[in-house]
């Protein structure tokens, strides 16, 4: 719940109050104040930085060739990467990307063939100028009963000493 301040009186100071607004990260953090869907996290690369946001997670479609264990479903992973640095940077997303199971293991991408979360969309190198947002799907398949806890992305292919982790809430 968020409260405002308010300073009254005809008593013209000069020094006003600002409405302080206390709700703003509540949609996208945890209770403990872990990151989830929507939180942006500041990473640094080994030539700019970034801020990073996991803006959706769903169950997904693949190609006709992309086959999923029985009882089993193919999650993806929206990811926003914003470049916020000076120089370009230049990945693939999908080799520093991992989830983490509810167990604590961890599972690596798939590259789907077709599709609503498609391979090519961070699975091949991207080039993100300074100033500039790209956003793309990485897939996940998981077997039945299996339920994902976090994403993970640390760029550079995973060889950057930052990492974002962001909790993942339950598939419907």
């Known amino acids: 719940m968020g409260f405002i301040a308010l300073s009254g009186g005809d008593d013209d100071t000069g020094d006003e109050t600002a409405a302080t607004d206390t709700t703003s990260s509540a949609d996208t953090t945890t209770d403990s104040g872990d990151p989830t869907v929507g939180a ?16 959706d997670y769903r169950v997904v479609t693949g190609g006709q ?4 264990p029985a009882g ?3 999650v993806g992973v929206e990811l926003s990467l914003e470049n916020t640095g000076g120089s370009t940077f230049s990945d693939s997303p999908g080799n520093g990307a991992a989830l983490t199971l509810n167990d ?7 590259f789907p063939t ?10 091949t190198s991207v080039d993100i100028p300074a100033g500039a947002t ?23 292919s995973g060889f950057a000493d930052d990492t974002g982790t962001w909790v993942l809430p339950p598939l419907g």
């Open 40 to 55: 942006p996290i500041d990473l640094k690369t080994f030539d700019t930085t970034l801020t990073a946001t996991v803006t």
């Open 65 to 68: 060739y992309d086959k999923v």
């Open 72 to 74: 089993g479903q193919l």
């Open 104 to 110: 604590g293991t961890p599972v690596k991408p798939t």
């Open 114 to 123: 077709g599709g609503d979360c498609p391979s090519l969309d961070f699975s």
């Open 134 to 156: 790209r956003s793309g799907c990485i897939a996940f398949k998981l077997r039945a009963g299996q339920e994902a806890a976090d994403f993970r992305y640390t760029p550079d």
